[in-house]
């Protein structure tokens, strides 16, 4: 079907078959995979006469390195004449980085948590504040980590540049909602993205930004992750403790949400997403974890006193949301105060940065970036 497709679009971009004149033979609706049917019905809406450098590309990766210098699809460059300089010019080449501390403007000293016995050396975990919705960065001496890009890149990429990131080698994407890979596609085109893990949800809304997302992650190493899949970088260790399976639709996205637990030395950090109702029913195992990235920006429906109790944090971070009325919720603020846990709830311009060192951490709660 892939290949029948693959023909059916390399037809239109070429203008062998018009939309009028291709029938029910080849119509759009009959594409079972929605990817390809996606990529159908928006060059039907636009002039892809830009595209025809790719009407001869069989194998279905080249023809989305070829597509993505389409302004139909990418909004790229689309001047190249060639499929070869279509291709070589797709492919990123990977670049070793050093990485440099952030500059710190924050009034509020240093938190320290926990401090024994030190390691040479350290991993930084920083919580972004991209607006609204997710992002969260591990750096280590040789690695960098993103767990989603916020609902745009372009406030993301600025704080990337400040702390020196010039490489992602890892970007986790928790679930494919706008204000959680929204700028994913985008970052992938401004830098060097080495490796794209995600559940296999599909989106249920806005399917233009995921055909972007979908395309972009294939020009990397594109690797499903569920229950059980574990990464490991620098004395870093990642465990996925959900979904159970991958799987490309549910009702809810929330309900393949990705969970993962980081530990490195004594230190354990669970990243939640946007886990909330059959999700969190579903965690299974050891939770507990020195940090915790609260679920669903603090809402009340995916906090409760089982949960808190459970992973036991000494500290958490909110994540925004649009709604800073309602989120986070009165509710769960008073839970994690019940507990004796310290909260950061990101606000508009700052950054939370924990430091991990052998047996402890440090916290800087209001780094500012441009």
């Not at 080698?169 to 909602?177: A, F, G, H, I, N």
Request: hydrophobic residues 35%; negative net charge; charged residues 25%.
């Amino acid at each position: 079907m892939k290949a029948r497709a693959s023909i059916l679009l390399l037809a239109l971009l070429c203008g062998c078959v018009t939309v009028e004149e291709r029938g029910e033979v080849s119509s759009c609706d009959g594409i079972n995979d929605t990817y390809w049917r996606d990529i159908c019905h928006m060059t039907e809406a636009v002039n892809s006469s830009n595209s025809t450098i790719c009407e001869k590309i069989e194998d279905q990766d080249l023809l989305i390195k070829c597509l993505k210098k389409s302004d139909f699809l990418f909004e790229a460059d689309t001047t190249t004449t060639t499929v070869e300089a279509a291709t070589s010019t797709t492919v990123k080449a990977v670049k070793s980085t050093t990485q440099k501390a952030a500059p710190s403007t924050s009034t509020t000293a240093t938190t320290t948590s926990t401090t024994s016995t030190t390691l040479e050396a350290t991993v930084d975990v920083y919580f972004l504040d991209v607006g609204y919705g997710d992002s969260t960065l591990v750096v280590t001496s040789n690695t960098t980590m993103l767990t989603d890009c916020g609902p745009s890149a372009n406030r993301l990429k600025r704080i990337l540049d400040d702390i020196g990131v010039e490489r992602i080698d890892y970007l986790l994407v928790s679930q494919p909602t706008i204000e959680d890979y929204g700028g994913c596609w985008t970052l992938m085109d401004t830098m060097d993205v080495v490796n794209v893990l995600d559940t296999g949800q599909e989106a249920l809304s806005d399917r233009n930004i995921y055909v972007r997302y979908r395309g972009y992650a294939q020009l990397s190493e594109h690797t499903l992750v569920s229950e059980g899949y574990t990464l490991s970088f620098d004395g870093v260790d990642v465990t996925v403790l959900h979904p159970a399976e991958t799987k490309p639709t549910s009702g809810r996205v929330t309900e393949n949400a990705l969970v993962y637990k980081l530990t490195y030395s004594d230190n354990t950090i669970l990243m939640t997403g946007d886990c909330d109702g059959e999700c969190l029913g579903s965690l299974e195992g050891d939770l507990s974890a020195d940090i915790l990235k609260v679920p669903r920006h603090g809402a009340k429906q995916a906090n409760t006193e089982e949960f808190i109790s459970r992973v036991g944090p000494e500290l958490a971070v909110v994540t925004p949301w649009k709604d800073r009325k309602e989120y986070p919720s009165p509710e769960t603020l008073d839970i994690l105060s019940d507990a004796g846990v310290d909260v950061f709830n990101i606000m508009d311009g700052n950054t939370v940065k924990v430091t991990l060192r052998g047996a402890g951490y440090e916290v800087e709660p209001n780094l500012l970036f441009s």
